[in-house]
Nanobody
Framework: QVQLVESGGGLVQPGGSLRLSCAAS????????MGWHRQAPGKQRELVAS???????DHSESVKGRFTISRDNAKNTVYLQMNSLKPEDTAVYYC????????????WGQGTQVTVSS
């Protein structure tokens, strides 16, 4: 089992930055792929970024060049650095973890609200 707790959301002006953190419990963390998803009102949840146990990353086209996912295995924590934020980035952001077989995201945090508005 993996438990995930996000922090770092809030209100920011367009062009601003935020860093989301996700603290994970359990000894599996360093072996599993982690991700950040987001869900805006009236839209489906989408995968924003992912990072494998080996540190390989992938970012969606909508955030590439602005967001960066990273992880610290010593702290059991994954981060999402968000720069040049736009109003369309407004959403609830969820930390997620794949199961040990890497087949799907089975574990989810409670979500943290990010609002980009002037």
């Amino acid at each position: 089992q993996v438990q995930l707790v996000e922090s770092g959301g809030g209100l920011v002006q367009p062009g601003g930055s935020l860093r989301l953190s996700c603290a994970a419990s359990g000894s599996m963390f360093r072996f599993i792929t982690m991700g950040w998803h987001r869900q805006a009102p009236g839209k489906q949840r989408e995968l924003v970024a992912s990072i494998t146990s080996g540190g390989s990353t992938d970012h969606s086209e909508s955030v590439k060049g602005r967001f960066t996912i990273s992880r610290d295995n010593a702290k059991n924590t994954v981060y999402l650095q968000m720069n040049s934020l736009k109003p369309e980035d407004t959403a609830v952001y969820y930390c997620s973890a794949k199961n040990r077989w890497g087949t799907r995201y089975d574990y989810w945090g409670q979500g943290t609200q990010v609002t980009v508005s002037s």
